[in-house]
């Protein structure tokens, strides 16, 4: 039996790379292209979220984004800053309290970003405003598989 593999990559930057400047403050601050593939079965939504890993204040959120379809296996480059997405999909709010996808500008050294794509057996039930934490707390019990790509950026070369 061949063994199926969740996996995220991104055609911008593989895993463990610089994340190029047209996705950060420094460039156009546009999400990069992600695909993903092989998720568990009866996966019914994918959420998103992508977190600075390396602030003083902890974990940072730069993107949060849920109801996925369950049959989407990628999210073009570029996402709109929209709360309700045309696939069906729904995004939160960032660290800044702004809609959608907030690029890496770290103000010192070199940041890990991760984009964690979570398979849930259920798809969230929409809420204006939606957070990391309360996205997470909805997510509770419901996660099928989970898979991670990391990126790092700096805004000296």
């Not at 601050?29 to 996966?43: A, F, M, N, R, V």
């Not at 309360?134 to 000296?156: C, V, W």
Request: with cysteine; hydrophobic share 35%.
């Amino acid at each position: 039996m061949i063994e199926m593999v969740f996996e995220l990559q991104s055609t911008a930057f593989t895993h463990e790379e610089r994340i190029p400047t047209r996705y950060t403050c420094k460039g156009e601050d546009i999400s990069p292209p992600l695909q993903w593939k092989d998720p568990p079965e009866g996966t019914v939504s994918f959420t998103l979220l992508m977190t600075d890993l390396d602030t003083p204040l902890g974990k940072v959120s730069h993107w949060v984004i849920y109801n996925i379809p369950g049959d989407a296996r990628a999210l073009p480059e570029g996402v709109p800053q929209e709360e309700k997405l045309s696939d069906g999909g729904w995004q939160g709010r960032n660290m800044m309290r702004g809609l959608g996808y907030m690029g890496p500008c770290p103000p010192f050294g070199v940041h890990r970003y991760v984009f964690d794509l979570c398979a849930l057996d259920t798809m969230i039930e929409p809420r204006s405003k939606m957070t990391k934490k309360r996205l997470l707390e909805a997510m509770e019990g419901h996660i099928l598989g989970q898979t991670r790509l990391m990126g790092s950026f700096s805004k000296k070369p």
